[in-house]
């Protein structure tokens, strides 16, 4: 079966970028989305289609694709951004990485 | 202002039916550009998609949960259902109700989420 493999966690300073993979076979093919979820809230989308910001996310939230690789980038990174972050793409239905928890410190 | 709201027992006995239903508010299930989906959460633990559902009534499930898992829509009440059978304590967590654009749009609006235990 399909999965998306992420890092169980990333760390960073506030300022710096983060940065977080998600990996998936042919996953060019299909569209990524990233949600951002805080502990004990919903899930909030950041990125779909890839690389699009829906309205009223921060600049600071970017996203890119290479071969099998869809990555999450943070620029400028700040404390309110620590959070659970997640990816997701389509195959026969839609699937969910695993998660990675980014600490700002 | 687009409003899910996820209602049903929050206690579930094990080997009976889990039924939550999803009010929406502020949009219509009849809308032909979206679909509406349920995902859950283990605690502690990552997202999973359950199922999604178009206003026709048409489904498509988790190949993990298909044999056990029920979707329904509502368009005079404006809600959508999830009827989950068999459950067990694996099934217990948060869930989510959510609504999805077309293909690769991502789940723009979710609800709150209702917590679900499952036990003897």
Not at chain 1, 88 to 94: I, L, Y
Request: proline share 5%; hydrophobic share 30%; glycine share 10%.
């Amino acid at each position: 079966s399909s999965e998306l493999t992420q890092p169980p966690s990333v760390s960073v300073s506030p300022g710096q970028t983060a940065r977080i993979p998600c990996s998936g076979d042919k996953l060019g093919n299909k569209f990524t989305s990233w949600y951002q979820q805080k502990a004990g809230r919903s899930p909030v989308l950041v990125i779909y289609q890839d690389t699009k910001r829906p309205s009223g996310i921060a600049e600071r939230f970017s996203a890119s694709i290479s071969g099998n690789t869809a990555t999450l980038t943070i620029s400028g990174t700040q404390p309110v951004d620590e959070a659970d972050y997640y990816c997701q793409a389509w195959d026969s239905g839609t699937m969910f990485g695993g998660g990675t928890r980014l600490t700002v410190l | 202002q687009l409003q899910l709201q996820e209602s049903g027992p929050g206690l579930v006995r094990t080997s009976e039916t889990l039924s939550l239903t999803c009010a929406v508010s502020g949009a219509s299930v009849s809308d032909n550009s979206h679909y509406w989906a349920w995902i859950r959460q283990p605690p502690g633990k990552g997202l999973e998609w359950i199922g999604a559902i178009y206003y026709t009534g048409s489904t498509s499930y988790n190949p993990s949960l298909k044999t056990r898992v029920a979707m329904s829509v509502d368009t005079s009440e404006n809600q959508f259902s999830l009827r989950l059978t068999s459950v067990t304590a694996a099934d217990s967590g948060v869930y989510f109700c959510a609504r999805r654009g077309s293909y690769g749009s991502g789940y723009d609006y979710w609800g709150q989420g209702t917590l679900v235990a499952v036990s003897s």
